[in-house]
């Protein structure tokens, strides 16, 4: 009788094989099956951050047309930032500050330090790009954008994720377009609110998302209803197109993956590479 053995000589042929070798065949063992309603919220992330980019582009245009003044953006995005701040204790009770040993001053510091840096060189990131094409300026902008998108931390256990390449190409994008606008105010002031929208807002997000699910989904849908609205008033038909690409991610995305989970067929048997599972680590002291 054959063996699966290779320390015995046998008189079969040494790729022979019986009718026993594919009863331990298993199919998707490790499958993951997801449900409709949990895709379309996790695909919330990206919609998040497509709309957080949309945001920042149309402000841009706004103050590079004259239709935004510096100081009234300042003014928003500073009472905005205060009641996400007070938001972002109030969600866990302030569990997490406490957790990280961090004070309100610390914030406060932080904060004075960052906007006085910003807008003591903000005359230097005025005329950072001056030698540089505008047409260039913006194809580095669009490309710094796109891959802040892809690097992203969406929640996903990848090797592409990286927070920090995705928020420096973020930041270089917004000194590329800043440098671009009127005044070193102005460039100042598109920093800073660089800053709240690409690292403040999805911070919030994540607490949100973590802790209160049906706030997150309400904001997430304001949102992208803003900045639909806000885009609408430059562009009707980039509104459209927007509109199906958001749709797209957060409903069709979800139900393709849902029905290509149906074909998965991976196979896993006694073909498959031997796998460890003592544990080692004595040998290795």
Known sequence: RWQKVLYERQPFPDNYVDQRFLEELRKNVHARQYRYR???FQSGAVVQ???????????????DAGMLSP????????????LGYVLFDAVDGGAGRWASGRTRWADLKSTLVFA????????V?????????????YAMSALMLLGHLIFFDYGANAAIVSSTLSLNMAIFASVCLASRLPRSLHAFVM?????????????LQKKLKARTPRCYVGVTVLFALAALVGLA????????????????????????LIRLQLLKDNIHGPWDEAEIKEDLSRFLM
Do not use: H, R
């Open 125 to 137: 990131l005025k005329t950072l790009t001056e030698s540089i094409s505008t047409d260039t300026i």
């Open 71 to 82: 100081q009234g953006l300042f003014g928003a995005a500073l009472v905005s930032s205060l």
């Open 38 to 40: 949990a895709v379309v």
């Open 191 to 203: 920093v800073t609110f660089a800053m709240q929208i690409f690292a403040l807002w999805p911070m």
């Open 233 to 256: 008033t430059v562009s009707s038909v980039g509104a459209v197109l927007f509109a199906s690409l958001l749709l797209a991610i957060s409903c069709l995305c979800p139900y393709c």
């Open 49 to 63: 951050q497509l709309c957080s980019v949309c945001v920042f582009v149309l402000t841009w245009w706004y103050m």
């Open 116 to 123: 006085a840096f910003t807008y003591g060189f903000s005359p």
